[in-house]
């Protein structure tokens, strides 16, 4: 478990039977991640990889919210918000760490952003009712550079998503789970549970055929994803690029002022 400054965990974790549940800890920032969650979720994800008894992993949040992306206080305080050691496993510490292991975002709440990124790196998902996705940083002048650009086009058909990307507007879980996004819908309050006895009917089966079967499918070869190299070096030359951009300062700066952005495309 990774501390934050006040000494409470930014990450939980605790092993249900050959499932290692793991839960965002911040309740009181909707789960946004910083450094500490990305050690956290990170070292979980290292644990889980290396340790046989575990069989499959569940990410949850705690709260109200799944995740609300990245800690905006913390970037603009100029903190580094990746894995302090492993910034190589991408943002969470998560969406570009490959691991042979079953994973199963069990979504409470809001998963915006980042959230939704987290929830797109995940091999299956449940979801509460009151669930929301979607991919709102085209409204701050930015793109979802943590895999979502290219993920939710994968996962989605592609007039779906590319209507997400270039909206920005959510999805609601009913539609996720029509349109396959996401593997079940459950009453809110039950997700972990409901993700937990996914993960059990997983675990019954022969562990070397599960993770065997999940690199083939996934296209996993010495731990890297090939199919993917292409979508994040693109996601970094063009996330560089709208950096440095007027309309990425515009639209921070108009979110803190509660206006409407103009934006300038320059």
Not at 132 to 153: D, Q, T
Request: charged residues 25%; negative net charge.
């Amino acid at each position: 478990m990774t501390e934050g400054k006040t000494d409470v965990p930014a990450v939980l974790t605790e092993r249900r039977g050959n499932v290692l549940l793991v839960t965002l800890n911040r309740p009181e920032a909707r789960n946004a991640v910083n450094a500490a969650v990305s050690a956290g979720v990170g070292d979980a994800l290292h644990e889980a990889q290396h340790d046989p008894e575990i069989r499959a992993v569940v990410v949850t949040g705690a709260g109200q919210s799944f995740c609300a992306g990245a800690d905006l206080k913390a970037i603009s305080r100029r903190e580094n918000i990746y894995h302090p050691e492993r910034a190589e496993w991408g943002f969470a510490g998560y969406v570009q760490h490959v691991v042979d292991k079953p994973t199963i975002a069990a979504v409470n709440g809001t998963a915006l952003g980042g959230g939704t990124e987290l929830a797109l790196a995940s091999d299956l998902i449940v979801a509460e009712e009151s669930a929301k996705f979607g991919l709102p940083e085209v409204k701050r002048g930015l793109i979802a550079a943590a895999g979502g650009v290219f993920r939710i086009v994968e996962q989605l058909p592609r007039k779906v998503a590319m209507e997400l990307l270039f909206t920005g507007e959510p999805m609601t879980s009913a539609d996720a789970l029509k349109w396959g996004l996401v593997n079940q819908v459950v009453p809110d309050g039950t997700v972990v549970d409901a993700a937990l006895a996914l993960a059990e009917r997983i675990t019954v089966n022969a562990p070397l055929a599960v993770w065997a079967s999940k690199r083939v499918a996934a296209g996993i070869d010495d731990g890297a994803v090939a199919a993917e190299e292409p979508g994040w070096s693109r996601t970094m030359r063009e996330m560089g690029t709208v950096l440095r951009s007027q309309d990425a300062r515009e639209g921070p700066l108009a979110f803190a002022e509660k206006r409407q952005p103009v934006w300038q495309a320059k």
